[in-house]
T-cell receptor, first 111, second 113 residues
Framework: RKEVEQDPGPFNVPEGATVAFNCTYS??????FFWYRQDCRKEPKLLMS???SGNEDGRFTAQLNRASQYISLLIRDSKLSDSATYLC????????????FGTGTRLTIIP | NAGVMQNPRHLVRRRGQEARLRCSPM?????VYWYRQLPEEGLKFMVY????????ESGMPKERFSAEFPKEGPSILRIQQVVRGDSAAYFC???????????FGSGTRLTVV
């Protein structure tokens, strides 16, 4: 089993729709969780951290379920500029070198 | 304040040649991390360095790969005798502390022909 698993997609979603991505992780000792965004042939960029209580940043909402070892990202009112690959990232320790990246879910917003 | 600078952006090498990838961290950052991203795969941790020290190289292939972060100058990822399977995007990230968020450079895309 992969340490971090994501549905690779692609997700093709009309503009304005709501889309949800899921991610599962295998290491129950994982300490912190993130969603990164990676545009085609570019570097990953931090989108948001994920907290147990859930957190929201504008149109983006992230949720964490430690019992099920499951992370989600919800994008509301999707924009064309949201087209990218979304990476689920889990830290199994306390240092940056312990970050494990999922293979990503590719999202395309259709006009 | 310039971000993490990687060069070259694109590098083409013939099988058997050496590849040198450079990474200059953000100003004030002394922690550097190298990752490799193979086509259709996630980023894989390779090595974590501080100035003049390799802290964790658990993700580095045992042969042909080496990394350094000298007291002066950029961090270097060196791949000797490249093979086609080394073709990938290599990203560097830097941070001011190890448990602090980090910033990626724009990567070097290595193509071995």
């Amino acid at each position: 089993r992969k340490e971090v698993e994501q549905d690779p997609g692609p997700f093709n979603v009309p503009e304005g729709a709501t889309v949800a991505f899921n991610c599962t992780y295998s290491n129950s000792a994982s300490q912190s969780f993130f969603w990164y965004r990676q545009d085609c042939r570019k570097e990953p960029k931090l989108l948001m951290s994920v907290y147990s209580s859930g957190n929201e940043d504008g149109r983006f909402t992230a949720q964490l379920n430690r019992a099920s070892q499951y992370i989600s990202l919800l994008i509301r009112d999707s924009k064309l500029s949201d087209s990218a690959t979304y990476l689920c990232v889990v830290n199994t320790g306390f240092g940056n070198e312990k970050l494990t990246f999922g293979t990503g879910t590719r999202l395309t917003i259709i006009p | 304040n310039a971000g993490v600078m990687q060069n070259p952006r694109h590098l083409v090498r013939r099988r058997g040649q050496e590849a040198r990838l450079r990474c200059s961290p953000m100003k004030g950052h002394s922690h550097v991390y190298w990752y490799r991203q193979l086509p259709e795969e996630g980023l894989k941790f390779m090595v974590y360095l501080q100035k003049e020290n390799i802290i964790d190289e658990s993700g580095m292939p045992k042969e042909r790969f080496s990394a350094e972060f000298p007291k002066e100058g950029p961090s270097i990822l060196r791949i000797q005798q490249v093979v086609r399977g080394d073709s990938a995007a290599y990203f560097c990230a830097s941070s001011p502390q190890n448990n602090y968020g980090y910033t990626f450079g724009s990567g070097t895309r290595l193509t071995v022909v």
